[in-house]
């Protein structure tokens, strides 16, 4: 069972539950209402269900410095 989930209010909006206080999380506004999407985006952030793969980071980073010794150099790595 995931920290965060989230949980139908009775007025068609939704919060996220934290399952260790057992209180609604509550944004900057104060507001703890979210829409459905809004609330799965919060919950599954705060799960750490949004952070990329270590691999994946890595290869992009080594994409983007590739790049950049391409426009620094004036040359193709690949050829």
Known sequence: ??????QAL?????????HQTGSPLVDREGSTEKTRLEAQAWADFRNGMLVPPAK?????RLQTMRRIWELLSGRSLAG
């Open 10 to 18: 009775e007025n068609g909006m939704w919060s996220v539950i934290d």
């Open 1 to 6: 069972m995931q920290r965060y989930e989230i």
């Open 56 to 60: 994946e980071r890595i290869s992009s």
